[in-house]
């Protein structure tokens, strides 16, 4: 998991805040993905971003989620006025090109860990 | 709508052993297979591939097995190590790069 850089590990936030999660991809790599492991599931994709553009949010929640990869910084997964069913480990991943150029598979942050209380 | 399922929760397997981690999926249209390997606390990590076109791939102690006609895939760990003991999930995708992951299962290796 080297390389791909997520923070906070561990985030609290009471209902009705905010949440932003920060993903810094590994160094040359331009695509980020987020995922979303809910207890007892699988990881769901949520969003696809390439800088300064969103590719794909077909996953996202259609309220309180927004994402953003700026040119220059991080990429942001913000939640606005947390539920307790937004409680979840957040996986941010990043590739240096389109998966129509690799079969070794998005390299993955540790995750975030946030906690809904 | 679960398109990639892994029906075990979890697997215990002898230290020396063969581990078999399966997993069936509902869409023909996926063109490729990846088994991601996951310890507590950390991001999955990448294990081994296997595109739609072919039916092996070996990696070291690592082989994915592919059966379109079933629509199923299966790890293989021999030998198995007490280290191997993790979460895997198996993961696939079709056009696009959204991966549709597996619930996962737990694999304990017992020394």
């Known amino acids: 998991n080297a390389g791909v850089m997520q923070n906070p590990r561990h985030l609290v936030r009471r209902r009705g805040q905010e949440a932003r999660l920060r993903c810094s991809p590994m160094?040359?790599?331009?695509?980020v993905y987020w995922y979303r492991q809910l207890p007892e599931e699988g990881l769901k994709f949520m969003v696809y971003?390439?800088?300064?553009?969103?590719?794909?949010e077909s996953g996202m929640p259609k309220e309180r989620f927004s994402a953003e990869f700026p040119k220059e910084g991080p990429s942001i997964l913000r939640i606005q006025q947390v539920v307790r069913g937004d409680s979840a480990a957040y996986f941010c991943a990043s590739s240096p090109q389109t998966r129509l150029e690799f079969n070794y598979g998005y390299t993955f942050g540790s995750g975030t860990r946030l906690t809904v209380v | 709508d679960q398109q990639v399922k892994q029906n075990s929760p979890s697997l215990s397997v002898q230290e020396g052993r063969i581990s078999i981690l399966n997993c069936d999926y509902t869409n023909s249209m996926f063109d490729y297979f990846l088994w991601y390997k996951k310890y507590p606390a950390e991001g999955p990590t990448f294990l081994i591939s296997i595109s739609s076109i072919k039916d092996k791939n070996e990696d070291g102690r690592f082989t994915v097995f592919l059966n379109k006609s079933a629509k199923h895939l299966s790890l293989h760990i021999v030998p198995s190590q007490p280290g191997d003991s993790a979460v895997y999930f198996c993961?696939?995708?079709?056009?696009?790069?959204?991966?549709?992951f597996g619930t996962g299962t737990s694999l304990t290796v017992i020394p």
């Open positions: 971003l390439q800088k300064e553009n969103i590719i794909d």
């Open positions: 993961a696939a995708v079709r056009t696009g790069n959204q991966f549709y």
């Open positions: 160094k040359g790599h331009s695509h």
